[in-house]
């Protein structure tokens, strides 16, 4: 995956759990995919380079029908949408999940953007926040990873208030730069960090 400050990652729950909760081959003619609610933020120091970016999915869905052996489970949302899918060997305690039960899905990004020699800001803790949703002994999953890329400043243009940096692999990239940070000819050279820590939890809700 590219790293970019203007990554804006689309947070579809059921395509991040592809990885661990596999579609059928063949879906029925009533699949589709379930609701969700999306919130975005961003969070910074005026006048301090770099910004705290996070974005939030969650859905909710009912289990409708079950299969143990084939690991299939149906759900359906509180719109009528429904969806089957084959549950991973990473979804924890699958038998104990039960038609009737509420199953709540998360998937949280939040973007760290700072300055090398200035050092980041606290983050916005939406991933610790998420992660302590998950509980070991009941149905369900947490996974949370970060990438973080080192890039250039390459050339600043003053009347547009822009920065050019450059990545490792040579791209180069223009991007404003916020009025409130002031800008000058000396930030060429400084080195940008680009964190992105994703997290997605998943768990079951007895009736």
Known sequence: MQLTPHRHAKLCLLTLATTLLVACASPAPTDASLSSSAQS?????????????????KTTATVT??????????LKDDQGHQRSLHAGPRVMHFEQVKVGDRVHASAAEETLIFLQDQGASADDGIIQRLLKDAKDDQ??????ESEQ??????SVDLAKHSATLQYPDGRSRTIAVRPD??????????LVVIRITTAMVI?????
């Open 149 to 154: 890329v080192t890039v250039r400043v390459q």
């Open 203 to 207: 768990w079951v809700e007895k009736p």
């Open 139 to 144: 149905p369900g999953l947490a996974l949370s």
């Open 41 to 57: 933020s961003s969070i910074h120091v005026e006048g301090v380079p770099g910004e705290v970016r996070t974005n939030l999915e």
């Open 65 to 74: 029908a079950i299969d143990y052996k084939t690991r299939k489970v149906t």
């Open 181 to 190: 940070v002031a800008l000058s000819e000396a930030a060429v050279g400084s």
